[in-house]
């Protein structure tokens, strides 16, 4: 009971996730998706100390924790102490998700009741940015026309839907679906992309293109119906697009090839310079955690996440960061054909938002690097199951009424 109830406020943080910066409380509270992160971590523990279970943690966990302990022994070499000291707190916050998941979602079940839980936070971001359609978010050029819910980034909106849509494949094509979920996860498929183009985000959009490939990958192998409803919405998906989408948005989305093959990434090539320049200066430990503004002395972030996170953490930091990608990445490939098809356009999805954005101390990426590590294990050992039980109904002795 206790540890059902640790997956319940878990369930709770992951699906609040996507709309992290919603219901700020203020003061020492901050956001609602804080306050529920701390809950889970504590009734986490609490289900840990008094049932007395705890899952041998996997490799990735151990990296995880090198890097956590590099990033709080960046404070004796931080150049700023009070964005070390926020960093600190932030990477705390977001990264012992991986845990939660690996502890107390082991099994598909609960796994699946997790993406669904981050569906529906998605379904609310998209929806939200939908609703305030009227209200034009401020960006750098006037005249575009870019929508996001109020005090959201566009950028950030785009990827986090972006990296729904997987989810919602995977939900709608899982035969244990009622055909009402179905539906509702197919309605996803319609609605996250429609305020993806709304945000305006060229990285978005792109990272969106990585994610929709799990749709066909993932729907293509059940019944005809299915095909018939991808279909469907495929169609309305063109056709809402083409009528409701500013042409403003597709001016923006059109400049993506010229901004890939001649532009500067809008500006973005000139800020990774200052990050290449901290990094040379910095090579082994970077400038500390947080620290990367006071060293650049720009008013931007790194745009880049594997940038962002050289320059504070140095090398060092870089490496870690890449050995959970490599961990992560290994076991999807091992996990057998319907984890590759979930999980490398899931993840071909985050690194294209990640080479763009700051995504290492956003909640997302966790969730998505703790799901993936654990779902892929757990299908795995579902896979050796089977055949395990296979090959020791096989080795039994033939005896009358004994049929193979």
Request: aromatic share 12%; glycine share 8%; net charge positive.
């Amino acid at each position: 009971m206790i540890r059902k109830l640790a997956f319940m406020v878990l369930w709770a943080y992951v699906a609040a996730a996507p709309f992290e910066m919603a219901v700020d409380l203020g003061g020492s509270f901050g956001s609602m998706v804080r306050i529920l992160g701390i809950l889970a971590l504590i009734s986490g523990l609490f289900a840990v100390v008094y049932t007395g279970r705890m899952r041998i943690p996997h490799d990735a966990l151990i990296v995880l924790g090198l890097l956590l302990m590099l990033a709080l022994a960046s404070v004796f070499w931080a150049v700023d102490a009070e964005e070390n000291s926020r960093s600190i707190r932030a990477y705390l916050q977001v990264t012992w998700v991986v845990w939660l998941i690996w502890e107390f979602g082991s099994t598909l079940r609960q796994q699946t009741q997790l993406m669904a839980a981050y569906v529906s936070g998605a379904y609310a971001l998209a929806v939200s940015t939908l609703h305030n359609v009227g209200a034009m978010t401020i960006t750098a050029h006037a005249a575009e026309a870019r929508y996001s819910p109020e005090g959201f980034n566009p950028n950030w909106v785009a990827v986090s839907l972006a990296l729904a849509i997987p989810f919602a494949a995977y939900l709608a094509s899982d035969q244990r679906t009622t055909w009402r979920l179905r539906w509702l996860w197919y309605g996803y498929i319609l609605v996250g992309p429609i305020a993806i183009l709304l945000t305006g985000s060229r990285g978005g959009f792109v990272a969106a293109t990585f994610a929709v490939l799990a749709v066909p990958l993932l729907t293509v192998r059940h019944k005809l119906r299915a095909l018939v409803a991808i279909v469907l919405v495929s169609t309305l998906l063109v056709s809402v697009s083409a009528v409701f989408i500013p042409d403003q948005v597709w001016n923006r989305l059109s400049t993506i090839p010229q901004e890939v093959l001649r532009g500067d990434m809008n500006g973005r090539t000139s800020i990774w310079s200052y990050g290449e320049r901290i990094l040379e200066e910095h090579p082994l430990f970077g400038v500390g955690a947080g620290g990367y503004l006071q060293a650049a002395g720009i008013a931007y972030t790194a745009h880049n996440t594997f940038l962002s996170t050289a320059a504070e953490l140095g090398l060092l930091g870089l490496l870690l960061f890449c050995t959970i990608l490599f961990v992560v990445w290994h076991c999807v490939l091992k996990s057998g054909e319907i984890g590759r098809r979930l999980w490398i356009p899931l993840l071909l999805c985050w690194t294209a938002g990640a080479c763009v954005g700051v995504w290492e101390l956003r909640r997302p990426t966790w969730i998505v690097l703790g799901l993936a590590l654990a779902h892929c294990i757990a299908l795995r050992e579902s896979s050796a199951s089977e055949l395990l039980q296979i090959a020791s109904y096989n080795e039994r002795p033939f005896r009358p009424g004994n049929q193979r």
